[in-house]
DNA sequence: GTGAAGTTCGAACAGTGTTCGGAAACCATA
DNA sequence: TATGGTTTCCGAACACTGTTCGAACTTCAC
């Protein structure tokens, strides 16, 4: 269990051992995550771990009450890593025009889904049995950090009010938006299991969203768009990817 | 390594063993296609296999050369059951109209994924690690197989040509497709592992595809074509249920 | 300094996939 | 029908896995 300051309790100094357990905490979910970028979610293992950070299997029990709950750590991590994609690609493009704006969510979804594809499939399919994120747990919010910055452009638009930054959406702002989440989601779902390799995906990923945002009404992004794009994480993008892995 | 007939050899009277291996290969298949659907891909178990089967861990080698290979070959039998959901549905509405037509398969697509949600993910996403479909393996055929009866009522309406039932697409005819297929795979992908729960899925999944419908110039769906296809899996599918689990 | 709380570890248990050698059962052929 | 080769089956073993327990050890608050 991360344990994290409740607001009230009374905010003492971080003692000696504190330090070390949210360090080797931090430790812990890098060293997974590289175990499940490396070799998919099967693949990291609480021994393999324990090995990692030069510890007794039996200590872990300390940090973790099991592989469950780690894995429900990594996730809220994993979650916040794509929110963080989709906000700093939608800072950087804020002042482009309205279907670039656009367009540039879906992209962004998409470039972190490819760079990481076990993380995506940890993160969107159910990979344990019988785990369901109840309605109010931290996996609705993570969802919704993620994609907040996709939906802000339309909804900018749409919506005769302005929607600030840290506010969440509500049910009502969030449903039009769902055709074109399935859309962008069903496409990166299907090509990051390689479900598309028989045909050049980004050209057909890139044709499907200019067509979607054209039958929604919003005026076509620029051709240069995607180029740019790429351009921008070719540059920025590699600083985040630090910021990831926590070391 | 399931043995088939091959083309070439000749063509000797099936002996005992060739039945015995046959039944319990069938078996085999049917009793991991139960662990699968009741506990998700990681409580299908070679051991536990054997235990239902009364049999030595050791001696299914004789059947499969892994668990690997046993996965694949449910792959492969998955991908069967949801093709011929999907064919059923098309052969049954084949009579209805152009809009309805071309509704009933993602209604099927869903149908199927929703009442089996451990194989859609099984199917759809990596739960191994590093496995990738081979270009000219039986899984491409069997993705086709799923997709043909979703397309024919678009190809048939919108190609000069008419499509037999056995002849596959092309990738030229499959490409206008994709965008169809990205959105009603990524509303499913999402709604099975409960990333849709905090809204009226069905209504949602149903106004989205009467949208896409509509905009890719189609005529729209009647209002009774989803009650009707609901009433229809009611009585008709539970015939197909017994098909799958091979007793 | 003292008592309580947190941390670490070794040992053990039950479970897993897989390999190997030998003993049966089966089957085609002589 | 007898023979020889192939196929099937099993017990034992190996190297793993997640998890629990109890006892030592360290750190913290008072």
Redo the contacts with the bound molecule.
Sequence with gaps: MATTQQPGETM?SE????R??RE?VDQLCAEAGRQLAAGGAGSV????LARAV??????L???F????ELFTELILRTYADLAAATHDAEVAHRDDELGDRILIGPLAYRRWALDHRPEFNLVFTDQLPGYAAEPGGPTIEAQVAVFRPIARPIIQHSGARSVSATEPFNDDEMRPFLGLWGLFHGLVSLEVNHHLDWLDSTAGFESQMRWAINALGYPPASARCVTQFETWVAFAGGDRERHYNGD
Excluded: K
Aim: charged content about 30%.
């Design positions: 003492r003692t000696r051992r504190d070390h357990r080797l293992t609480w021994r393999g030069g510890m007794s299997p039996a200590s029990y300390t940090y009450h099991g592989l469950d």
